[in-house]
């Protein structure tokens, strides 16, 4: 089944890591509450909910840096097949810029508001089309307090239409019945493992731009591991399929 979703949309795992994305079911609903917690107006019993995390060897500003970039014609991550998604409006990260989601068919697409930008926080808003109110957050967390270890994690939440008149209403029933909520799993699974790959890479390459030279000019590496105190319970308990 997943196979299939992935020749569908086009998704390659060439040179590409697989990594977890999931959750454990007891941290599911802490982390929704933190997030329900945070919206202005809360979606009242979503019918399509779903959390992923990532963890990224990165900092904070290389992560929200490149999740700027999400819009941008020329990114390379979250780029399947029969989805085009393009920024109209507004600058990277800037509240009030709007994303839209072109999908075939075209009675799925809508378009993004981007609510609320603070400390590794994205809101953004489903303003119209397809899944109207629903929301699309991300969130940045140290993970043990490490500056260059973090953990992203992405909540998607909406109801499905309701219909306009009695052969809608049926129409919109019965693709909430099918809707095939796994291939959404596939597709942000693949997009969040390229989103690792491509800030770590980068990251790398920085670094080792950055390292001083030694005086014997032998070898340029070096490390010192460090140790933090612990994060928040409901974090630390959702990097556990991490470590």
């Keep these: 089944r997943n196979y299939l979703t992935e020749k569908l949309f086009g998704i390659k795992w060439k040179d590409l890591g697989r990594?977890?994305?999931?959750?454990?079911?007891?941290?599911?609903?802490?982390?929704?509450?933190?997030?329900?917690?945070?919206?202005?107006?809360?979606?009242?019993?979503?019918?399509?909910?779903?959390?992923?995390?990532?963890?990224?060897?990165?900092?904070?500003k290389e992560i929200l840096s490149e999740l700027g970039r999400f819009g941008d014609g020329d990114r390379e991550f979250f780029k399947p097949r029969f989805v085009d998604v393009q920024r109209i409006s507004g600058m990277a990260n800037e509240v009030g810029s709007i994303i839209q989601y072109k999908i075939f068919p075209k009675i799925l697409s809508f378009s993004l508001v981007l609510e609320k930008a603070i400390q590794g926080?994205?809101?953004?808003?489903?303003?119209?089309?397809?899944?109207?109110?629903?929301?699309?957050?991300?969130?940045?967390?140290?993970?043990?307090?490490?500056?260059?270890?973090?953990?992203?994690?992405?909540?998607?939440?909406?109801?499905f239409p309701e219909g306009k008149n009695p052969l809608t209403k049926v129409l919109w029933y019965f693709f909430k019945l099918i809707f095939p909520a796994f291939m959404h799993d596939v597709v942000w699974n693949h997009s969040l493992c390229k989103f690792k790959d491509i800030v770590e890479s980068s990251n790398n390459s920085s670094s080792l731009h950055n390292l001083p030279a030694r005086e014997d000019r032998s070898s340029s590496r070096a490390s010192s591991p460090i140790r933090f105190h612990a994060d928040s319970q409901i974090n630390a308990a959702i990097t556990k399929v991490y470590e």
């Excluded at 454990?24 to 329900?36: C, G, H, P, S, V």
């Excluded at 808003?125 to 490490?146: E, H, M, P, Q």
């Excluded at 500056?147 to 939440?157: E, H």
């Design 19 to 60: 990594f977890p994305t999931g959750i454990y079911k007891e941290d599911f609903e802490a982390k929704r509450q933190e997030f329900i917690t945070n919206l202005g107006e809360p979606l009242r019993h979503p019918e399509f909910e779903r959390i992923y995390s990532i963890r990224i060897k990165a900092g904070k």
């Design 121 to 159: 926080y994205l809101i953004y808003r489903i303003r119209d089309g397809f899944a109207k109110g629903g929301v699309l957050i991300f969130d940045i967390v140290s993970v043990r307090g490490r500056v260059k270890d973090n953990l992203l994690t992405i909540y998607v939440a909406f109801n």
